[in-house]
């Protein structure tokens, strides 16, 4: 059974950065994508960014391009999204995903599997 475990969430002050870290374990699967996702309470599962795991390909959602950076270590089996210029908005729980398609997809139900999510909280 693949595991994933984020760590690095916290509290932060408006402008500040933090990085998340996404370990990967267990399972045989072929992971294609892996990607960050955050819900906000009383919103959706939104789409942050994701990475091709092999071509190291990334993709962005526009709220955060330019800010977020999401990058993986193929020997370490760890994703990270460094998160610059944080603002109150961007406060949620984030959580890390993986999937075995060929093709990317900012959609949450196209991921087979998820971490327990880490809390961000960005103070004004």
């Known amino acids: 059974q693949v595991q994933l475990v984020e760590s690095g969430g916290g509290l932060v002050q408006d402008g500040d950065s933090l990085r998340l870290s996404c370990a990967a374990s267990?399972?045989?699967?072929?992971?294609?994508?892996m990607g960050w996702f955050r819900q906000a309470p009383g919103k959706e599962r939104e789409f942050v960014a994701a990475i091709a795991w092999s071509a190291g390909y990334t993709y962005y959602a526009d709220s955060v391009k330019g800010r977020f950076t999401i990058s993986r270590d193929i020997v370490k089996n760890t994703v990270y999204l460094q998160m610059n210029s944080l603002k109150p908005e961007d406060t949620a729980v984030y959580y890390c995903a993986a999937n075995s398609r060929s093709a990317f997809y900012r959609t949450p139900r196209f991921y087979d599997y998820w971490g327990q999510g880490t809390q961000v909280t960005v103070s004004s």
């Open positions: 267990g399972g045989t699967f072929s992971r294609n994508f």
